[in-house]
Nanobody
Framework: QEQLVESGGGLVQAGGSLRLSCAASGSISSHNAMGWYRQAPGKVHELVALISDDGSIKYADSVKGRFTISRDNAKNTVYLQMNSLEPEDTAVYYC???????????????WGQGTQVTVSS
């Protein structure tokens, strides 16, 4: 079964940067899109950034201008560069794949362990 493994989280001061990585055991190019999501304590998962197989990108309004998603199909890895981090960015970050059909789009993996990002003020 294909797996996604997130890494790169840590503790950083407000204004700092982190780069997250998501390594897939299978081919990420087989999916319509790859995305980063996050879950803060007591909250549901929210989409942070999504990159499609055609290169189009979507960001949550709260991270626009600060975060950058990218993908390396040859390495089957998706990245999230996070700059100007804020305490509100504190969460567990997960990656997932999205596939779409005429009936809509669905996430293809169960949530893994994710990687914890903690931003101190």
């Amino acid at each position: 079964q294909e797996q996604l493994v997130e890494s790169g989280g840590g503790l950083v001061q407000a204004g700092g940067s982190l780069r997250l990585s998501c390594a897939a055991s299978g081919s990420i190019s087989s999916h319509n899109a790859m995305g980063w999501y996050r879950q803060a304590p007591g909250k549901v998962h929210e989409l942070v950034a999504l990159i499609s197989d055609d290169g189009s990108i979507k960001y949550a309004d709260s991270v626009k201008g600060r975060f950058t998603i990218s993908r390396d199909n040859a390495k089957n890895t998706v990245y999230l560069q996070m700059n100007s981090l804020e305490p509100e960015d504190t969460a567990v970050y997960y990656c997932n794949a999205e596939d779409c059909s005429a009936y809509g789009c669905s996430l293809m993996y169960n949530w893994g362990q994710g990687t914890q990002v903690t931003v101190s003020s």
